[in-house]
């Protein structure tokens, strides 16, 4: 019998959850996506000591702020993963512009102008964004100059309704930070089939694909193995390293779950203005709780990371 990972790999595309890419190497997965979180762990690795080293040294010889020094780190570590995923890396614009329409395009250009120059050309980018609204008006103009987006820190149907109207190429429903909000109110316990964050990916996918909405569905921030299993089907399946593990160490029967010819019953078609997408946000507790709380803690770990940046720059003065 394969592996799990490898019954997996046949109805659904693997992306891996890490910027650590020696595990990427292990599983080969499909496409890779990073954030401040990961890419803040993986710098101090020494494995990835000589990226880091680059961008200081760029930094030094330009003059460059700490800020431009952190992107040019990050968009060395996305340059690195296009050498070893086939498809598609995706990259963050930054967690302190995500209510900032203007700012997230230019900051989402330079991302794209910044691979260009390493002759990463821009099919092989995704662009990701916070599930805000203004996310998704930065998202409709992006995909409209041919760039795709990766609408990120999503909790709920009204975020993922804004993305597919924005015609985003992908969103990312959190499943796990789902699960961890209804644990902390009380609920519980969850198997995969009711896991609150699962019930959530299902009811959104069948959406989609009952009302015929392009955008790709891509779960994420995954717990255990039994929501990773509880979606099998989905159209992708970001992954961090040590379930990626698991899956593989698994030789179990492993069920196709989510098809687009049977997608389950899906909830009734929404149209969406602004009011009505910030009203059913805050209607939305854990919606409205995670996306803020997810916000905070990219912008802060960007923080730590150009704080790092910062030190080795004056050490290296």
Not at 55 to 75: C, H, K, S, Y
Not at 119 to 147: D, F, H, M, N, Y
Request: with cysteine.
């Amino acid at each position: 019998m394969p592996s799990k990972l490898d019954q997996l790999r046949t109805m659904t595309t693997i992306v891996a959850d890490s910027g650590d890419m020696e595990s990427i190497r292990a599983y080969e997965p499909t496409d890779s996506t990073t954030n401040p979180t990961l890419i803040l762990k993986a710098s101090q690795l020494p494995a990835y000591g000589h990226l880091f080293d680059e961008a200081i040294a760029w930094g030094q010889r330009t003059g460059a702020r700490p800020e431009a020094v952190t992107d040019r780190l990050t968009i060395n570590f996305g340059a690195e993963l296009t050498r070893i995923v086939p498809g598609r890396v995706s990259t963050e614009v930054d967690a302190d512009l995500s209510f900032d329409v203007a700012g997230s395009l230019d900051k989402a250009r330079a991302i794209i102008a910044a691979y260009a120059e390493r002759g990463v050309p821009r099919e092989r980018i995704l662009i990701k964004l916070a599930s805000t609204w203004e996310g998704a008006q930065a998202a409709a103009t992006l995909q409209r100059e041919g760039i795709d987006c990766n609408m990120t820190l999503l909790f709920s149907l009204p975020q993922a309704v804004a993305a597919a109207d924005a015609g985003a190429f992908l969103i990312s429903p959190f499943v796990g930070r789902i699960f961890d909000w209804h644990v902390k109110a009380g609920g519980g316990p969850y198997s995969g089939d009711d896991d609150p964050g699962v019930v959530s990916v299902r009811s959104i996918y069948a959406y989609y694909k009952t009302y015929g909405v392009k955008t790709v569905v891509m779960g994420a921030s995954f717990r255990n193995t039994g929501e990773i299993e509880a979606l099998a089907g989905c159209d992708r399946l970001t992954i961090a390293p040590d379930l990626l593990h698991k899956l593989a160490d698994d030789n179990g029967m492993l069920a196709r779950r989510l098809s687009p010819q049977a997608p389950g019953p899906a909830p009734a078609r929404l149209t969406l203005d602004e009011k009505r997408f910030r009203w059913l946000l805050n209607e939305d507790a854990m919606a409205s709780d995670k996306l803020a709380d997810g916000i905070r803690v990219f912008a802060k770990d960007l923080r730590t990371l150009r704080d790092h940046v910062s030190r080795r720059l004056a050490k290296a003065a």
